[in-house]
């Protein structure tokens, strides 16, 4: 595998259900993102890992909960989400920490239906 | 904080047309202006990138202007082809502050 890989590529959940986005990136990067994009808006960065540590939280309500066990794995847990959270979630991976000047490695997304 | 617009949102050319899209900045503090295509089922892929020192740069069929001092820059995109239909997003940053996306063009090519 190369690039960045994301799992599961479509999710539909209830409300009330419980579930985890995953992404990997086999790039050798200290630096991975979430982004959200739906349609008619601008991506929308979410969460920023450094190194494994948090140094971005854009506002994102608590029923996000990102989890960064090592440089190369990255994940979006999700617990009783609205409707309007339905979009395609966008994991992204970059070489230099810190620098927001350096390209981002994005995966396919995944496409999320909050039901 | 930075603020990106960007025009179209839609876009048709002609095969073997030339295609502009372009993008206006907030932060007179952004130096670094990146484009990236988005194809259907894929995520955005960098296809160019231009940094504040620089005027105009080429790639091929791609090239991007930067004008500073009005605050904006462009995608141009000559001889299109049915395989550059996808959607663009613009975006600008300096050191110290993410990416900041546009809305994104979708361009289609008709042959």
């Known amino acids: 595998e190369t690039g960045v890989t994301q799992t599961p590529r479509h999710l539909v959940m209830g409300m009330t259900n419980k579930k985890s986005l995953k992404c990997e990136q086999h790039?050798?990067?200290?630096?991975m993102y979430w982004y959200k994009q739906s349609a008619k808006k601008p991506l929308e960065l979410m969460f920023v890992?450094?190194?494994?540590?948090?140094?971005e939280n854009n506002s994102v309500p608590s029923r996000f909960s990102p989890e960064c066990p090592n440089s190369s794995h990255l994940f979006l847990h999700l617990h009783t989400l609205q409707p309007e959270d339905s979009a395609l979630y966008l994991c992204?991976?970059?070489?230099?920490?810190?620098?927001?000047?350096?390209?981002?490695?994005f995966g396919e997304g995944s496409r999320l239906t909050v039901l | 904080g930075e603020n990106v617009e960007q025009h179209p949102s839609t876009l048709s050319v002609q095969e073997g047309d030339s295609a502009v899209i372009k993008c206006t900045y907030s932060?007179?503090?952004?130096?670094?202006f990146p484009w990236y295509k988005q194809e259907l089922g894929k995520g955005p892929q960098l296809i160019i990138d231009?940094?504040?020192?620089?005027g105009e740069k080429k790639d091929q069929r791609i090239a991007v202007t930067l004008n500073k001092t009005a605050k904006h820059f462009s995608l141009h995109i000559t001889e299109t082809q049915p395989e550059d239909s996808a959607v663009y997003f613009c975006?600008?940053?300096?050191?110290?502050?993410?990416?900041?996306f546009g809305k994104g063009t979708r361009l289609s090519v008709i042959a």
């Open positions: 992204a991976s970059s070489q230099d920490p810190g620098s927001n000047t350096g390209e981002l490695f």
């Open positions: 790039l050798g990067h200290n630096a």
């Open positions: 890992y450094n190194f494994k540590e948090q140094t």
């Open positions: 932060d007179s503090a952004s130096n670094y």
């Open positions: 231009i940094r504040s020192n620089v």
């Open positions: 975006a600008a940053s300096h050191g110290n502050t993410p990416l900041v």
